[in-house]
């Protein structure tokens, strides 16, 4: 556990970072738990977060390569240290910022799992047939589609409101990270899936509200703290729905159905830029990733036009 000293200068950044860039409690809790291990290696040595030098935060780094940490966990521990700094240095609670300097060991830029269209299907088929009655059949098909149609994060798809989707709307609203808001086009097959469990849900509901239990704002309602579907829960069943189809559970996840949605519009001839929108990356460079997929497109392209490819 971080020392008194520590655990204040972490929750004045926590708490300013949650203001000024409406960040989500699930990167606080990231932010958090970085600052916190950070905090008791240093304490472990008789430093703290207040008195650390550059030495002190390089060592740190050394011992996590150390330990055999992933490159890309150690560059969001790195991140979340500079992020730190550069608030208290702001701030005028210290004089200088002793992560300014550090080159940290920066991230794989791998090229992301996906699925082929073929593959997208089967998953599709078998979700529409998951489950032990209508209503989660209903559920797991309205989840899938809802994913492959407009490439949702997971905790964006599973923390929908059930409004966003009343009327069979051809555009889908979407609040994504920092509370920033996008639009999606919707697929006539999602917005039919989205309209059968809306049924069953709105059942579901009725019957909950008769034996005076509270109504659920959310597409996806669940009794656990959240009010929703848990993005743990949808992984796993994402997992079993993979099984199912005959695919290597190990593929699939719901980030690379995510994939496959900006890969496979890629591969049709979208705008990377109109991707990076629907998807919602504040950042062109994130969406550049994917590119990839243009390879053999573009390979195609030379050899069937270029004067000195033909035979």
């Known amino acids: 556990m971080p020392g008194?000293?520590?655990?204040?200068?972490?929750?004045?950044?926590?708490?300013?970072?949650?203001?000024?860039?409406g960040a989500a409690r699930n990167t606080l809790l990231a932010y958090g738990r970085d600052l916190g291990h950070a905090s008791d290696w240093l304490a472990d040595r008789g430093r703290t977060l207040e008195t650390a030098t550059q030495d002190d935060l390089e060592s740190y780094l050394v011992a996590l390569d150390a330990e055999g940490m992933a490159r890309a966990t150690r560059a969001r521990r790195l991140s979340s240290l500079?992020?730190?700094?550069?608030?208290?240095?702001?701030?005028?609670t210290r004089a200088d910022n002793p992560a300014l300097r550090i080159d940290g060991p920066g991230r794989a830029r791998r090229l992301p799992g996906t699925l082929t269209e073929s593959e997208v299907s089967r998953l599709l088929d078998c979700a529409r047939d998951h489950g032990a009655d209508p209503a989660t059949r209903a559920r797991n098909a309205c989840l899938f589609e809802l994913l492959y149609a407009a490439g949702l994060r997971v905790s964006e798809l599973v923390g929908l409101p059930h409004a966003a989707l009343r009327g069979a709307p051809e555009m889908l609203m979407v609040r994504g990270k920092g509370g920033k808001d996008r639009m999606v086009p919707l697929s006539d097959p999602a917005r039919t899936a989205a309209a059968v469990w809306l049924t069953h849900r709105d059942a579901a509901e009725a019957a909950l509200r008769a034996r005076g239990g509270a109504a659920s704002k959310f597409l996806f309602p669940a009794r656990g703290a959240e009010g929703h579907m848990t993005r743990v829960r949808f992984h796993g069943l994402v997992k079993e729905v993979a099984a199912r189809a005959g695919l290597d559970p190990e593929r699939v996840s719901p980030h690379v159905l995510r994939h496959a949605f900006a890969t496979h519009l890629l591969a049709g001839g979208a705008d990377l830029r109109v991707i990076q929108t629907l998807l919602g990356h504040a950042d062109l460079g994130t969406t550049e990733i994917y590119t990839h997929v243009l390879d053999d497109r573009l390979r195609a392209l030379v050899m069937d036009h270029h004067p000195l490819a033909r035979d």
């Open 82 to 92: 500079k992020q730190f700094y550069r608030f208290a240095h702001d701030e005028g």
């Open 4 to 21: 008194a000293g520590d655990s204040r200068w972490i929750s004045a950044f926590l708490e300013a970072i949650a203001a000024e860039k």
